[in-house]
């Protein structure tokens, strides 16, 4: 007896298989050699009638699935194939039964509302359809939701296969569940699936195009229409978003473009205290410490006011602004004597027009002082949007377009920015200043 149920079981795994693999033939024979053995096997009978309903014989599938309900009368799964082939034979009392009946026996099953609200719709009875779907709707957002809190547990435990399967779960439930387009498009950069991340990030702007992060994600990882720079939405929401954890998420990754920066602004100066630094793209002020015993006056722009915030917390500043960098330089002519700008550049790709800007904020002689991460490898255009979001530059792209905005270049070195996936970033610490006025 135990070796006829072990073959059974067997052979129904098998046909299962073959089903799900559309190999509809061979799961058929395999589903009737398991009745031959077991004639009231409830599984068999279900599935069976499931791929009779496939086959086009419609009424044999539903009386399979009929008997199975017979041998196991409280199985929702059955109740709910019952309802779909008597709905799709325009049977509509009978298929709201079945549903109603898979309702009553698993009342989380939000595919059992949903289906009992389209065929309460084909019934014209609008409101009980309303009511119908509007728990199918809350309950797959609820388990959406919970797919996308065990997503992020599984990829912070180190789970990444487990984590892609429940983000692709809770998308599967709420196409629209945005934050998980961003946790999966991520999880899959950090694998460097780069194509799989551009699909993703693709999916989500088609499905939100008002998202810039969406957007702005999708060119980075595809290639495919590519900004001159970050949009000021997309950089205000990144920095927003993640204003409160930033400190501790860069000291993680062993960020060095501060203390680079304020050590080149000394050596450039040799000692001298300035009457006024911009810290240029200042985030939470993580240079302020390090500029403050260089300036007699020290100003932080930023577009995140969340950022801003942050920087203001620290006391170092005598004057923070909320604006778009480029903006803010051009109305302030003449108001520094030095613009230092850690990792804020490569949100910009062209940079003709922020270093002309930057050379209208300066006096003369003012100096320039910021970090670039370095393409790597050859490249014909002068800069690239990285899969990361942010944009590497050529060095002779980047020496170029500061003469044309009327600065020397004193001194480039190779430095590494800080740490990524593991790897070095590398980039460029660029030392400048404005050239004498001609005449």
Not at 121 to 131: G, H, I, T
Not at 143 to 148: D, I, K, L, R, T
Not at 259 to 266: I, K, P, Q, T
Not at 325 to 334: E, H, K, N, S
Request: contains cysteine; charged residues 20%.
């Amino acid at each position: 007896m135990k070796g006829l149920a072990k073959r059974s079981a067997q052979r129904l795994q098998a046909a299962i298989k073959a089903h799900q693999a559309g190999e509809l033939a061979a799961a058929r024979g395999g589903y009737e050699a398991v009745l031959a053995l077991r004639p009231a096997d409830p599984d068999a009978l279900h599935f069976l009638g499931v791929l009779l309903h496939n086959q086009g014989d419609s009424a044999l599938g539903a009386a399979s699935i009929r008997r199975s309900l017979e041998v196991v009368p409280n199985n929702p799964h059955a109740w709910l194939n019952l309802g779909n082939i008597l709905l799709e034979q325009d049977e509509s009392p009978a298929a709201r039964a079945a549903y109603e009946r898979c309702a009553a026996l698993a009342p989380d099953l939000a595919d059992a509302w949903y289906n009992l609200g389209i065929c309460l719709r084909k019934m014209d009875d609008a409101p009980a359809a309303v009511s119908a779907l509007d728990r199918a709707i809350n309950l797959r957002s609820a388990h959406a939701a919970s797919h996308y809190q065990r997503g992020i547990a599984q990829r912070d435990a180190g789970n990444l296969e487990a984590a892609e399967s429940d983000f692709r779960g809770a998308l599967a439930l709420n196409p629209d569940y945005t934050e998980v387009y961003e946790s999966l498009g991520m999880l899959l950069y950090r694998q460097d699936r780069i194509a799989d991340a551009a699909t993703v990030y693709q999916a989500w702007s088609h499905r939100d195009p008002s998202s810039s992060t969406a957007a702005h994600l999708a060119a980075a990882t595809s290639g495919e229409r590519t900004p001159e720079r970050g949009s000021d939405a997309y950089v205000t929401e990144t920095f927003d978003r993640f204003a409160a954890t930033f400190d501790q998420n860069l000291a993680n990754l062993g960020y060095r473009a501060p203390a680079l920066v304020s050590a080149a602004l000394a050596d450039v100066m040799a000692g001298q205290v300035l009457d006024c630094v911009l810290d240029a793209g200042c985030g939470t002020g993580l240079c302020g410490a390090l500029l403050r015993p260089l300036a007699r006056r020290l100003v932080g722009v930023d577009l995140s006011g969340g950022m801003i915030d942050g920087a203001r917390a620290k006391g170092q500043y005598d004057d923070l602004r909320v604006g778009e960098l480029v903006a803010f330089m051009r109305g302030q002519p003449a108001a520094f004597d030095a613009v230092v700008s850690a990792d804020t550049f490569v949100y910009f790709g062209a940079l003709e027009q922020a270093f002309a800007a930057a050379a209208h904020c300066l006096k003369r002689p003012g100096c320039l002082i910021l970090t670039l991460e370095e393409i790597s490898g050859a490249a014909a255009a002068g800069y690239r949007l990285e899969p990361h979001g942010r944009y590497s530059h050529r060095f002779d792209y980047v020496r170029d377009a500061l003469e044309k905005a009327g600065f020397r270049l004193i001194r480039s070195d190779e430095q590494v920015l800080r740490r990524e996936r593991g790897a070095d970033v590398r980039g460029l610490l660029i030392s400048a200043t404005l050239a004498p006025a001609s005449g």
